[in-house]
């Protein structure tokens, strides 16, 4: 085949300024799906430290009607020969309002992942790997019991990296779930039949994207070294949450030499309605072209 391809399922108004819903991409021999959690909303001018007021204005289509950028919230299922792989977990089941939450955010909610994947055909005790980009609290939600004890995977093992289970805080809850379970990986090594990790540190010190596939036809997860697609255009930006902005920069410009490679699409978790899509550039320069 010559590249990814999806099915989609379309909702009302722009796609870049509401959150994404259940949606599917075949990648050779593995189905991933997007499983919605639920979003966060971005103030774009505190987000994006650097962009101006003038900048936003030609860019209406990607703010919701409070003005916001919407990001995405939920993780992605990997399967194959019945075996799957979960990508993050979502911020599990809560709603913080824009007045508890951190300066440059307005709501963050969550806790439609387990319907997600009731819809995928799933539950958390079939799913045989958590790999996290991350363990920020909005990719973490529902691993650990967020839920109930009988909410979170039970049976998985864990993947992230050594920095990041190191500078990780586990809820005494977790402990014992996760005794035996957790798993580090770094750069190049294969977490699950077909998935490879590429490490891109800078959002956070051990911050991992995972290469899904091969030759002509590879998804790469790029975890937050995006939260825009409008930063494919912007890698020199920094984002508000970026622990390193050098080497965040650093590991956008990486992501983007893969992403322009051909057959490689790309997958966005918090690219609002246009999770997944390829990296194109023409007489306006480069570019989210959103997969439909
Ligand atoms: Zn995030």
């Known amino acids: 085949m010559t590249g990814p391809t999806s099915q989609t399922h379309s909702g009302a108004g722009s796609p870049f300024s509401r959150a994404s819903s259940l949606r599917t991409l075949t990648c050779g021999d593995l189905r991933l799906t997007y499983l ?8 774009p001018l505190s987000w994006f430290p650097e962009s101006s007021p ?21 993780g992605l299922l990997v399967e194959q020969d019945g075996r ?3 990508i993050d977990t979502g911020f599990g089941p809560h709603r913080i309002p824009a007045e508890h939450t951190i300066p440059p955010l307005g709501r963050l909610e969550g806790g439609s992942l387990p319907d ?12 045989d790997t958590i790999a996290f980009t991350h363990l920020h609290d ?6 650990f019991g967020a839920g109930g ?26 402990a014992s779930r996760l005794r035996g379970r957790i798993e580090t990986a770094g750069d190049g090594d294969e977490i699950f039949p077909g998935v490879t990790v590429m490490a891109t540190p800078g959002h956070t010190a051990g911050h991992l994207s995972y290469l899904i596939g091969s030759g ?18 912007r890698p020199q930006w920094r984002a508000a949450s970026d622990a390193d902005p050098a080497e965040a920069v650093r590991s956008r410009r990486r992501v983007l030499r893969e992403l322009r490679r051909p057959g490689t699409a790309g997958f966005g978790g918090h690219f609002a309605d246009v999770v997944f899509g390829n990296v194109t550039e023409d007489s306006a320069g480069p570019h989210w072209q959103p997969l439909r």
């Open 116 to 127: 997600s994947l009731s819809a995928a055909g799933r539950t958390f005790s079939s799913i």
């Open 138 to 143: 909005d990719h973490v939600g529902w691993a």
């Open 54 to 74: 003038d900048y936003w204005q030609d860019k209406r289509d990607h703010l919701d009607a409070e003005g916001f950028l919407i990001g995405s919230v939920g």
């Open 149 to 174: 004890a009988d909410a979170g995977p039970v049976h998985a093992r864990y993947v992230a990296s050594e920095k990041e289970w190191q500078g990780w805080n586990m809820p005494r809850s977790a």
């Open 216 to 233: 002509s036809s590879r998804v790469l997860v790029i975890g937050d070294v995006m939260h825009s697609p409008l930063q494919v255009a």
């Open 84 to 86: 799957a792989l979960l």
């Open 36 to 43: 919605p959690d639920g979003y966060v909303q971005l103030h």
